[in-house]
């Protein structure tokens, strides 16, 4: 069974700061990882999705980083904003089934 | 583009009720899931479809129903509600299985007292 583990549980940045989100899971033979984003009550955004053959993905101000080998992904948000507060979770996608990760709750302060 | 859409957004349930969660998508995808969130938990696969006439069963079934009839609805039936089952809800579907983007519906909040 696919473990999905996120840390830390919870980070808080000054405004500028760079955030570094770490995902990890347990199983290898996935088909792709996917970062989202979630505001308190509302749904969830995809910001990043990652092939098992790719080693990086880039958007804007953000970067998501994979080592399938060793069971790890980074998401990486430069100069970081109060509007980036929010919950983060990583998926790992294995055939037709999606394994999350519990999230990362960031706090960015002005 | 209405993409993933879920009804109802906000529902109170007595323990012992039934209700669906209603799921629709209109980009004819094959694959269409539900899940459920709690707090500190992340999501875990409720069921999953993999076509019309084609369900299972994912991590927690336990107290949920679902059928495919059609491409592109997929509805959740709580037959007896539990206040366990107090939770936020959420539909995805993609285009099969590997490599493709799963995409979500805004999320059902569900409360059982």
């Known amino acids: 069974k696919q473990e999905v583990t996120q840390i830390p549980a919870a980070l808080s940045v000054p405004e500028g700061e760079n955030l570094v989100l770490n995902c990890s899971f347990t199983d290898s033979a996935i088909y792709n990882l996917q970062w989202f984003r979630q505001d308190p009550g509302k749904g969830l955004t995809s910001l990043l999705l990652?092939?098992?053959?790719?080693r990086e993905q880039t958007s804007g101000r953000l970067n998501a980083s994979l080592d399938k080998s060793s069971g790890r992904s980074t998401l990486y948000i430069a100069a970081s904003q109060p509007g980036d507060s929010a919950t983060y979770l990583c998926a790992v996608r294995d055939d037709y089934k999606l394994s999350f990760g519990a999230g990362t709750t960031v706090t960015v302060r002005a | 583009n209405a993409g993933v859409t879920q009804t109802p957004k906000f529902q109170v349930l007595k323990t012992g009720q039934s209700m669906t969660l209603q799921c629709a998508q209109d980009?004819?995808?094959?694959?269409m899931s539900w899940y459920r969130q709690d707090p500190g938990m992340g999501l875990r696969l409720i069921h999953y479809?993999?076509?019309?006439?084609?369900?299972d069963q994912g991590e927690v079934p336990n107290g949920y129903n679902v059928s495919r009839s059609t491409t592109e609805d997929f509805p959740l039936r709580l037959l007896s509600a539990a206040p366990s089952q107090t939770s936020v809800y959420f539909c995805a579907s993609s285009s099969g299985r590997g490599g493709n983007t799963i995409y979500f519906g805004e999320g059902s909040w569900l409360t059982v007292v």
């Open positions: 980009m004819n995808h094959e694959y």
């Open positions: 990652i092939q098992s053959s790719q």
């Open positions: 479809s993999v076509g019309a006439g084609i369900t």
